[in-house]
């Protein structure tokens, strides 16, 4: 043949090689330093930077040092070439850290990138800046990443999402209150991406924040679906704790469940009559205890584990009644695991862990059913994953064994297992096991015990065990098997190797398990093991059998006529067996010695002697130890009184005798004491769960409850009425415009109030004012308001306020002080002067004489949160009477069609409910006189709130159709708080929830009364219009304390309201710009999440004002 074919396998192989690496960039790897890099690096084309800047990295990759080329790579960032770019970049999130002064240099590069029309470049930009981890140039990116986080592009803002766990790894202080808002901002996204690197940064800066998943709870659960598979995992955690967190744990679930089924167990305390009745319930016992333990370890943290752990007892968990919620009437809950249902069957094991772990948590336990099937499909598919989901079925198996009862094939050992995995199984099958499988489940444990490896027969063996201490009925059957593999495999007339160690052990100790529930009738085992002594060599399951027959030395006679037998066999072999089997053998003589009848007393104390002569001349300490001690007590003639059988006059002249048969030997008629579980688990899913311990980043679930949203009704700043400055008690607090300074209670209090004397005026003023002083700009007003009433200032503010300027002797920071200073103005009845506007819904021409018009109510429908009350007037004007007077609603298909096309899904109050009727009928007027009036209400449901609602009226049979326009004003209802309460929620609703618009106000022009003061009288018109147009609750009219008293500048309502579909809060705050004597300048701002209202009820409110009042 010739030659060229003499080497065909690695001519061949050399060939695939090279054809497969055509055209790709592999070749930079084989000797990335064949050229010289700093001239291409110099070059004035880009093919060559990119050239130089690829070998770069592929030396950065193979581990070399190429940083001496950092100056000469900075200067590239200029490029406009997006391929070197990128490359600049990748090559400085590198070495930025190393470099910190060079990579400074390219920081206005960064940010001129930042502006780029295209997005990926602002993203590289951002993700170069976050990458130069440096304190110095924090704020920049600070400033960089606020403003991406709003950039159009879900891309870059996801890139924003990302740098927020690098800028709080910097660990400055100032910056966190800013990075909360960012994330806040970044969380309320309506990208999925971009959610779910929100979540990740959510996680890593302030993941006990709760208040910023409230905002948007129910948001994040629709879109969770949707966000990529890795952002689930961390918001499904995050959702859950905010669950439990906000509502508490689900009273239906298994964790709350088996903790009340336990309390009532701990409460019936009622013992079993029979063996098998007791060890039920000792089983029962045990079972729901691991259950509390595991409910447990899931919310405590690492110093209260060590602390229960430390203690003797562990105690149980204590939860009350309001750590507990219903998952049927809990929206929160039900949401939740509705939408993390779909997830159970996701393409990503750890997504899939993720949402069993929620369900197994919070779900009710009719429903915890679901999770069994994916789990069970994961471990079947992947390969990888097994070892993860065994851990987490082991926990849930244990806590709630029904669940996996019907599925036990799907545990049982596969060939190709590791040993992890097969002694995970066989501990699932152990505690699975019922009585109508357990036939099925020892059948596959007999053929695992034939296995070569030894440690997987001996676990094996111990899973046989477990299942008898399990099911008490199947308990003879095997512990037959088991002495019939001593017997049978191990025993046939040859000593047991060395080798067998683990499993002969684990064999004696199954069968000491199945003894120790009812010694007395397994007398014929002990004996049968005894027998079997001889052959066995093994130093700990020699230990095992002797502990036995010291501990069960009088149960039955049998037993007791070999006693005698057994001690010189133990005295006979105790110089050859191991320091184990020694230290039992002398514990396991004393104690029979202990018990020994009157004949065979004297016997067994010189057995005892010689085995303690020679234990004392053992090279052991530990056993020359022990002998001396028992030699002592001998010497204190502890032992029985010859002549003597009654127990009575042994414990009275020998009071030592049962204090050591106790405390030293243990009582054979004691059972063995019960440790306290002081296990440790984590959450299903976890990293800490496969590794046993809090791995960094672990948190347990929180606190249940320990998340609570302030309500209007506990905030208040004193809680008895009484001034914190001055110490009086005053009529009215600061805050206390509540529901009866609200429209509908100042309406009701009208005659009341109008009736009074002017020595009632007096004594309650129209307006009070209280002073607050030193609150800085963008602090809350509320901090420190006093009372005083009867002044209008303080004295201190006064005296400066007088003082000439030329005169002055205070420093520059007293006159800032008192320029800062705000007083607040205190409206003592503005009931009275609001006025609802009547708008006409028929007019005389086209009613025939009949006028009917129509006002908004404040008054909140008690059918739905979605109806507005509607006050109707009807005026007979004719001369004739009016019969039938009636109002129904018009073309309620067309109606519904052309509206539905009109709503948004983000409209949370405009949404279609088919179970909310459009118009709740009003009480038909019998006969309408001529020149009477009568008022009716009707309830109303606006699809939409900008358009009309068309109804007909039915006067004596005649249809006359009408509209009935809506007012935005009226979708609100007041929500009452005080200015902290004002202040705490409008910062949680900034950015994106915030909408802000100026007019003009001049309605404070037409005040006819010289004596009132302007600037009172602009809050006063302020206040009244607002409070007759839009359902509003007045929480505070602040105004600032200035030289010129003319200037109305600084003068500041704040109103509040919910939208009572959604209750979410709706913020209205409303400052003046300009002078009392002249036309101002409003800036109105509204603070509401939902978006779209938000933006209407703004244009609402700068339309009101702008508008001239009648």
Known sequence: MLHQFGATSETLSKASTLVFRLGTDAHLYDDPEDVNIAPLLDSKFDSEKCEALKRLLALIAQGFDVSNFFPQVVKNVASQSLEVKKLVYLYLLHYAEKRPNEALLSINCFQKDLGDTNPLVRAWALRAMAGIRLHMIAPLVLVAVNKCARDPSVYVRKCAANALPKLHDLRIEENNSQLVEIVGILLNDNSPGVVGAAAAAFSSVCPDNFSLIGKSYRRLCEILPDVEEWGQIVLIGILSRFVIARHGLVRESVMSSLHEERKSSETDGSVGNSVDEEQASMGRVNHLEFANMVCRSYMEGPDEYLSRSNSLNGSPLKLDGACYTSAKSNDDVQILLQCTSPLLWSHNSAVVLAAAGVHWIIAPVEETSKIVKPLLFVLRSSVSSRFVVLSDIQVFAKTMPSLFTSHFEDFFICSSDTSEIRALKLDILSYIAIESTIPFILKELQDYVRDPDRKFAADAVAAIGLCAERLPTMAERCLDGLLSLIRLEFLSGEPVNLDEEGFLTQIIMSVWSIIKKDPSSHEKVIVQLIRYLDLIKVPRARAIVIWMVGEYNSIGE?????????????????????????????????????????????????????????????????????????????????????????????????????????????????????????????????????????????????????????????????????????????????????????????????????????????????????????????????????????????????????????????????????????????????????????????????????????????????????????????????????????????????????????????????????????????????????????????????????????????????????????????????????????????????????????????????????????????????????????????????????????????????????????????????????????????????????????????????????????
């Open 558 to 1110: 049998r037993l007791s006529k070999v006693l005698t037998v057994i001690m010189q066999y133990l005295a006979w072999c105790f110089k050859s067996d191991a320091i184990e089997v020694k230290l039992q053998i002398l514990t396991a003589t004393f104690k029979i010695l202990l018990d020994a009848k009157e004949e065979d007393s004297d016997t067994f104390q010189k057995v005892v002697n010689y085995i303690l002569d020679m234990a004392e001349v053992d090279q052991s300490y530990d056993i020359r130890d022990r002998a001396r001690i028992l030699k002592k007590l001998l010497d204190c003639n502890m032992c029985s009184v010859p002549g003597t059988t009654d127990k009575n006059i042994l414990e009275q002249e020998n009071p030592l005798h049962m204090l050591a048969k106790k405390h030293l030997f243990g009582d054979i008629s004691k059972s063995v004491l019960k440790q306290p579980l002081n296990a440790r688990f984590y959450l299903p899913g976890s990293l800490s769960q496969m590794v046993v311990h809090a791995a960094p980043g672990y948190e347990p679930l929180p606190k249940p409850c320990s998340f609570l949203i302030d309500t209007p009704e506990g905030d208040s700043d004193t809680t008895d009425g009484t001034d914190p400055l001055t110490g009086s008690v005053s009529g009215e607090s600061t805050d206390d415009y509540n529901s009866q300074n609200s429209v509908s209670g100042s309406s009701r209090n009208t005659a009341e109030s109008g009736s009074g004397s002017e020595a009632d005026e007096a004594a309650n003023p129209l307006i009070e004012i209280s002073e607050v002083n030193n609150v800085p700009p963008c602090e809350d007003l509320d901090a420190q308001t006093g009372s005083v009433t009867g002044a209008i200032i303080s004295s201190k503010v006064l005296e400066s306020w007088l003082e000439e300027p030329g005169s002055s002797t205070g420093n520059e920071s007293q006159s800032n002080q008192v320029h800062r200073s705000s007083a607040r103005i205190r409206f003592g009845d503005i009931g009275k002067l609001v006025e609802r506007k009547s708008n006409t819904l028929l007019d005389l021409t086209n009613g025939n004489g009949l006028k009917v018009e129509y006002s908004f109510s404040s008054e909140i429908s008690t059918i739905s949160p979605h109806l507005v009350c509607v006050e109707l007037s009807f005026s007979n004007c004719s001369s004739e009477p009016m019969p039938d007077l009636f109002l129904l609603e018009e073309e309620t298909e067309k109606r519904q069609e052309s509206g539905d096309k009109l709503l948004s899904p983000t409209q949370g109050f405009s949404a279609s409910h088919s179970n909310v009727p459009t118009l709740i009928p009003m009480e038909e007027i019998a006969c309408l006189e001529p020149g009477e009036t009568m008022k009716r209400t009707i309830q109303v449901h606006f699809h939409h709130h900008l358009l009309p609602l068309r109804l007909a009226l039915y006067s004596d049979g005649r249809r006359i159709p009408v509209k009935l326009r809506p007012d935005i004003g009226f979708f609100i209802k007041p929500l009452p708080m005080d200015s902290e309460a004002f202040t705490n929620k409008e910062s949680g609703l900034c950015g994106m929830f915030e909408y802000t618009r100026r007019c003009a106000f001049n309605d404070h022009l037409k005040c006819d009364d010289p004596a009132k003061d302007k600037f009172l009288g602009l809050g006063e018109s302020l206040a009244v219009k607002m409070l007759s147009n839009v359902n509003l609750s007045l929480v505070s009219v602040d105004m600032p304390v200035d030289a010129t008293l003319d200037d109305a500048t600084g003068l500041c309502l704040r109103l509040s309201s919910e939208i009572p579909s959604s209750s979410a809060p709706c913020l209205i705050t409303i400052t003046v710009e300009g002078k009392c004597s002249e036309p101002v300048e409003l800036c109105v701002k509204v603070n509401c999440e939902e978006t779209v209202f938000g933006l209407n009820l703004l244009n609402r409110l700068v339309n009101l004002l702008a508008e001239p009042s009648n």
